[in-house]
T-cell receptor, first 113, second 115 residues
């Protein structure tokens, strides 16, 4: 899986958009960008994933640059409950068998009043 | 859909005791996983299963056994618990033939303390 680089921490005011960047300059053509988050003491939560087109779901939007070397996760209206560690992971969508998920150090997002 | 559920949520064991952690998923997923997470560390894969009746070792399998007798359940057993097994255990599932991607969905975790 390609290596990713994320800032260690970010702050965001409640109600504002949280934009979390991720660099993945060595991504290969068949690899997707996945985002997970882990709220303190809870299980990792899948947020969104994409290949090259921008994606949106009920939780977030994912913007992938045209060269696919970086992406941004957008939480449009952050709330205190969005305080968590956010992980950007690059991996093939399906390798043909089960494979472990490897989390890096992620970005610790703190949403404040 | 309940997604992935785990029981129990918390457990305290004495060294040498045994226990079984239960994971259940209602998404008709083929693959199931057991991870452990220690403070300040990432997830480490203990065992996984690619289908009913099959199991395989992950990166830290020693001291654990698993069984997948039913597609929806994946059990993790500790035969003789040791303090080094104090951790938070997460179960995950992924992949269905109807949706062939490996997005993993996690349970809420079991916090285990071995004294």
């Amino acid at each position: 899986d390609a290596k990713t680089t994320q800032p260690p921490s970010m702050d965001c005011a409640e109600g504002r958009a949280a934009n979390l960047p991720c660099n993945h300059s060595t991504i290969s053509g068949n690899e997707y960008v996945y985002w997970y988050r882990q709220i303190h003491s809870q299980g990792p939560q899948y947020i969104i994933h994409g290949l090259k087109n921008n994606e949106t779901n009920e939780m977030a939007s994912l913007i992938i640059t045209e060269d696919r070397k970086s992406s941004t996760l957008i939480l449009p209206h952050a709330t205190l409950r969005d305080t968590a560690v956010y992980y950007c992971i690059v991996r093939a969508a399906y390798t043909g068998t089960a494979s472990k998920l490897t989390f890096g150090t992620g970005t610790r997002l703190q949403v404040t009043l | 859909n309940a997604g992935v559920t785990q029981t129990p949520k918390f457990r305290v064991l004495k060294t040498g005791q045994s226990m079984t952690l239960l994971c259940a998923q209602d998404m008709n997923h083929e693959y199931m996983y057991w991870y452990r997470q220690d403070p300040g560390m990432g997830l480490r894969l203990i065992h996984y299963s690619v289908g009913e009746g099959t199991t395989a070792k992950g990166e830290v399998p020693d001291g654990y056994n698993v069984s997948r007798l039913k597609k929806q359940n994946f059990l993790l057993g500790l035969e003789s618990a040791a303090p080094s097994q104090t951790s938070v255990y997460f179960c995950a599932s992924s992949y269905s033939k109807a949706r062939p991607t490996d997005t993993q969905y996690f349970g809420p975790g079991t916090r285990l303390t071995v004294l």
